[in-house]
Nanobody
Framework: QVQLVESGGGLVQPGGSLTLSCAAS????????MGWYRQAPGKQRELVAR???????NYADSVKGRFTISRDDAKNTVYLQMNSLEPEDTAVYYCNANLRRSFRYTFDDYWGQGTQVTVSS
């Protein structure tokens, strides 16, 4: 089995900062891309940021310049540093990893359980 465990969510005032972490564990052979998605009430899940195993990143336009994604491959962990948070960033944030459990397997997507981020005064 593979588990993705997120941490770091919470309540923050507008303009504040939070850092999310997501650690992947279990039967992991290799990890390709890792990323963060979010889903606000009544809206579809959307990509926030993504990073490949080569370090190439891409961001949603709405978070460019405010959020930074990084990864520590030794720890199978991906981070999302969120600065200048806005009420519109309020959502459940989900970690995603595209990985394979063995050389016999193809790459598949795995998801964390989600962590709530609320930006409010």
């Amino acid at each position: 089995q593979v588990q993705l465990v997120e941490s770091g969510g919470g309540l923050v005032q507008p303009g504040g900062s939070l850092t999310l972490s997501c650690a992947a564990s279990g039967n992991i052979f290799s990890i390709s891309a890792m990323g963060w998605y979010r889903q606000a009430p009544g809206k579809q899940r959307e990509l926030v940021a993504r990073i490949t195993n080569g370090g190439i990143t891409n961001y949603a336009d709405s978070v460019k310049g405010r959020f930074t994604i990084s990864r520590d491959d030794a720890k199978n962990t991906v981070y999302l540093q969120m600065n200048s948070l806005e009420p519109e960033d309020t959502a459940v944030y989900y970690c995603n990893a595209n990985l394979r459990r063995s050389f016999r397997y193809t790459f598949d997507d795995y998801w964390g359980q989600g962590t709530q981020v609320t930006v409010s005064s």
